[in-house]
């Protein structure tokens, strides 16, 4: 992958400038109640600014990717209101969508699909002319080392591989903002790593990102602001330092650890009942 501080490869234009909002998303007192009654989300208020790089972090079942689903059109919130750069994202989400590249946890690729046709594809949803189209597929194999897989289905690529061709996906139309739903799941250390420094890189260039992630170190070296999400609820806001404050401990670590009611598991207490 092509994707280190020493490379000399052109900055890859990840978004179109455009005249806007300050703000790139922002959710006002948003709720979502499923028919079963579960309530995933209780007036969830939010503002993530252009250019940040945002963490939402919290436990399987806190909210995550419910607030996810309802900003990218695949839920629609019981209550409140979701902007996109200023566009609403829930009644009149046609801008919004636009604005948005969404690469969610699972692999959600055609298999049927060859690397090259999935970005392609892609981009001719989002009204991108055949020539631009090409030039874009190129620009992104090249970026994410998968030049040598374009004619390859996506079914036979290694699970890394799937990955890449995932986060290209969802770059492709050049979005103002990324949203990354636990984007190094399950991969190995050198891959997540790769995809630590690309992400950077996208988020220097101008794209507002949103990542959600279980690896609390991700959030720590990568986000700028974060998030606690508990029970459908934003409980705490700030950047790693303020967090630790907060919940009065040493680390962002520790702090995710007291919001779970999990303190004993700190790894400042390891060895402390040690004969």
Same mark, same amino acid.
């Given at each position: #992958?092509?994707?280190?501080?020493?490379?000399?490869?052109?900055?890859? /234009?990840?978004?179109?400038?455009? $005249?806007?909002? %300050?703000?790139a998303l922002k959710a006002i007192n948003v709720s979502k109640r499923y028919p079963t009654g579960v309530e995933a989300l209780k007036n969830v208020s939010l503002e993530i600014g252009e250019g940040d790089f945002f963490g939402l972090l919290g436990p399987n079942g806190a909210g995550k990717s419910t607030l996810i689903h309802c900003s990218t059109g695949l839920a629609r919130p019981t209550g409140g209101e979701i902007e996109i750069f200023g566009s609403d994202a829930v009644d009149h989400y046609e801008a919004a969508? &636009?604005?948005?590249?969404?690469?969610?946890?699972?692999? /959600?690729?055609?298999?049927?699909?060859?690397?090259?046709?999935?970005?392609?594809?892609?981009? =001719?949803?989002?009204?991108?002319?055949?020539? &631009?189209?090409?030039?874009?597929?190129? !620009?992104?194999? &090249?970026?994410?080392?998968?030049?040598? *897989?374009?004619?390859?289905?996506?079914?036979?690529?290694?699970?890394?591989?799937?990955?890449?061709?995932?986060?290209?996906?969802?770059? #492709?139309?050049?979005?103002?903002?990324?949203?990354?739903?636990?984007?190094?799941?399950?991969?190995?250390?050198?891959?997540?790593? !790769?995809?630590? +420094?690309?992400? +950077? +890189?996208?988020?220097?260039?101008?794209?507002?990102?949103?990542?959600?992630?279980?690896?609390? !170190?991700?959030? !720590?070296? @990568?986000?700028?602001?974060?998030?606690?999400? /508990?029970?459908? &609820?934003?409980? $705490?806001?700030?950047?790693?330092?303020?967090? $630790?404050?907060?919940?009065?401990?040493?680390? @962002?670590?520790?702090?995710?650890?007291?919001?779970? =009611?999990? *303190?004993?598991?700190?790894? $400042?207490?390891? =060895?402390? %009942?040690?004969?």
């Amino acid at each position: #992958m092509q994707l280190s501080s020493e490379t000399s490869s052109p900055p890859l /234009n990840i978004a179109t400038p455009r $005249a806007g909002h %300050d703000i790139a998303l922002k959710a006002i007192n948003v709720s979502k109640r499923y028919p079963t009654g579960v309530e995933a989300l209780k007036n969830v208020s939010l503002e993530i600014g252009e250019g940040d790089f945002f963490g939402l972090l919290g436990p399987n079942g806190a909210g995550k990717s419910t607030l996810i689903h309802c900003s990218t059109g695949l839920a629609r919130p019981t209550g409140g209101e979701i902007e996109i750069f200023g566009s609403d994202a829930v009644d009149h989400y046609e801008a919004a969508r &636009e604005a948005v590249g969404l690469a969610p946890q699972d692999i /959600n690729l055609d298999w049927f699909l060859t690397v090259a046709e999935t970005l392609d594809f892609h981009g =001719g949803y989002f009204g991108m002319r055949k020539k &631009e189209r090409k030039e874009r597929v190129d !620009e992104l194999l &090249e970026a994410f080392s998968l030049t040598d *897989k374009r004619h390859e289905r996506t079914r036979t690529l290694s699970g890394g591989m799937k990955r890449r061709v995932v986060l290209a996906r969802a770059l #492709m139309h050049r979005p103002r903002l990324l949203i990354l739903d636990e984007p190094t799941a399950g991969v190995d250390v050198e891959l997540r790593l !790769e995809l630590w +420094q690309y992400v +950077q +890189q996208v988020n220097t260039e101008g794209t507002t990102i949103l990542l959600t992630t279980h690896y609390l !170190e991700e959030a !720590e070296q @990568l986000c700028n602001k974060i998030a606690f999400i /508990n029970g459908g &609820e934003i409980v $705490a806001e700030g950047t790693s330092g303020q967090l $630790a404050s907060k919940f009065g401990v040493s680390s @962002l670590e520790d702090a995710y650890l007291a919001l779970v =009611g999990r *303190k004993e598991l700190s790894r $400042a207490h390891v =060895g402390e %009942d040690s004969p």
